[in-house]
């Protein structure tokens, strides 16, 4: 009994405060929180502040603020995409940048993206796309956009830019093309989540859930 409130205010901790944030390329607008389980964290409207965006060999980076979670990245080449069909091909199939994989691991994470190489039809040297991340740590789809015109004359990511993984991640399982992995689930991750909670989090929790925070660590102190 015991034992399940602990788990319980674990997942509700989670729930409220652990995202992901895209650092580069840069998203629609300022990160919103709570928008983020909606398409394009609610950015429907593209910009015109496009990032200059290698058609190979580019690099994205973001935050994870879960220990556990899923990444596929889909691509639009409609001047202005506002919803997810306008993500899919002629076959309604989404368009992968980015197949859809698992890794661990909380704090930045910098990977390789090669969109030429996933020969999405319209996808040439400065052709207009929008790029759409959809994570999955536990609380839900999130969804964050990025606005690119693909450049063949630049590649890598900018050198102002901190490209780096803050954990090692070995465990990173691709799943077939255009295929969802399977939802993570908090109540399988909410025992690591307990036993993981670091400085860190409960820096980035405590103006939201403080209070939580605090029940729980009462009653982690009473078991
Ligand atoms: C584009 O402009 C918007 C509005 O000023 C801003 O929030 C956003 O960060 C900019 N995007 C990029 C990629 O710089
Ligand atoms: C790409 O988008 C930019 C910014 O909105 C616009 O100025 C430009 O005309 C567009 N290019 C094409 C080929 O549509
Ligand atoms: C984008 O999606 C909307 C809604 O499904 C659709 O009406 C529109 O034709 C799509 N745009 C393009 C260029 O496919
Ligand atoms: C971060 O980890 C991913 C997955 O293992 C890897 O593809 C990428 O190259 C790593 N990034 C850096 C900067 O080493
Ligand atoms: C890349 O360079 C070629 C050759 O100079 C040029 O025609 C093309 O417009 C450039 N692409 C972009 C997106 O600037
Ligand atoms: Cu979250």
């Known amino acids: 009994m015991r034992f399940t409130s602990i788990a319980f205010l674990a997942a509700l901790v989670s729930a409220v405060s652990a995202h992901f944030h895209l ?4 998203p629609r607008g300022p990160f919103n929180m709570e928008n983020e389980l909606t398409f394009c964290d609610n950015y429907g ?4 502040n496009r990032t200059v965006f290698p058609l190979s060999n580019g690099y994205y980076l973001l935050t994870s603020e879960h220990p556990l979670w899923t ?14 069909a306008n993500f899919t091909d ?3 199939n989404y368009q992968m940048a980015v197949n859809y994989f698992e890794t661990s691991g909380e704090g930045s994470f910098c990977a390789p993206i090669d969109i030429s190489a996933a020969n999405i039809a319209g996808v040439q040297d400065g052709s207009n796309v929008t790029i759409q991340f959809i994570f999955d740590g536990g609380d839900g789809e999130l969804y964050q956009c990025a606005d690119l015109t693909l450049s063949a004359n630049t590649s890598g990511i900018p050198s102002d830019v901190s490209c780096t993984n803050s954990t090692s991640n070995a465990g990173v399982t691709y799943f077939s093309s255009g295929v969802a992995p399977p939802t993570i689930s ?15 989090d409960a820096k980035a929790v405590v103006g939201v859930s403080g209070i939580l925070l605090s029940v729980l660590g009462s009653l982690l102190a009473l078991a």
Request: no cysteine; hydrophobic share 30%.
């Open 90 to 92: 002629s076959k309604s």
């Open 186 to 200: 908090v109540t399988s991750s909410s025992a690591s989540a307990t036993s993981t909670t670091s400085a860190a």
């Open 71 to 84: 990444l596929g990245v889909i691509i639009s080449t409609v001047p202005d995409p506002d919803n997810f």
């Open 23 to 26: 650092q580069y390329p840069g």
């Open 45 to 48: 409207q593209v910009t015109t």
